[in-house]
């Protein structure tokens, strides 16, 4: 391990006016006389006069801060989700999709056969397990009214989301200018 500094520390030393008097004229002599500690002196010393002509500190002016913050708050900040999310939407989609599923139970249950009975005794029920675990869905959901059904309420509510969504953002732009 070399515990000797280099010579760009101690040049740099020298040039900062950081080293000690001995050292100081013995680094001297070794500029005069060392063309390896010549030529680099010579090339730590522009760097030195570069950095210390074309380094120039900016500083932000006075009011930067203020200014800063006077742009911050032109700007519209995000509400809170709270303020933003109508309840009442949120209800209607929850209230749509449980009358859906409501309204599919009615139809299955309004297919079982409740009248033939299956087998003697205690154990009877009152409906044809079997008939009801074969029942072909692919009748209802094949069906071409069915179909046009989905695709009306899917466009229905769509448009009510854009007529929503436009309402919003008109109100925004009131309150914004």
Request: no cysteine; charged share 20%; net charge negative.
């Amino acid at each position: 391990m070399n515990t000797q500094p280099s010579i760009e520390e101690r040049l740099w030393d020298y040039i900062d006016g950081l080293s000690l008097p001995e050292e100081k004229s013995a680094i001297e002599q070794l500029i005069e006389r060392n063309i390896e500690w010549r030529n680099k002196y010579r090339e730590l010393l522009d760097v030195h006069q570069l950095m210390s002509k074309s380094l120039e500190l900016d500083e932000p002016s006075m009011r930067f801060t203020q200014n800063v913050m006077e742009d911050i708050a032109k700007l519209h900040i995000a509400p809170a989700t709270q303020s933003y999310i109508n309840k009442r939407i949120i209800w209607g989609i929850f209230s749509f999709f449980i009358l859906m599923i409501v309204g599919f139970l009615i139809y299955g249950f309004g297919h079982i056969n409740w009248t033939s009975g299956g087998g003697s005794g205690s154990q009877s029920v009152p409906f044809n397990i079997d008939r009801v675990s074969s029942f072909d869905f692919s009748k209802v959901f094949n069906n071409a009214y069915t179909s046009v059904f989905i695709m009306i309420n899917a466009v229905v509510g769509l448009v009510l989301l854009d007529m929503y969504l436009g309402k919003k953002k008109k109100q925004l732009h009131e309150n914004h200018t």
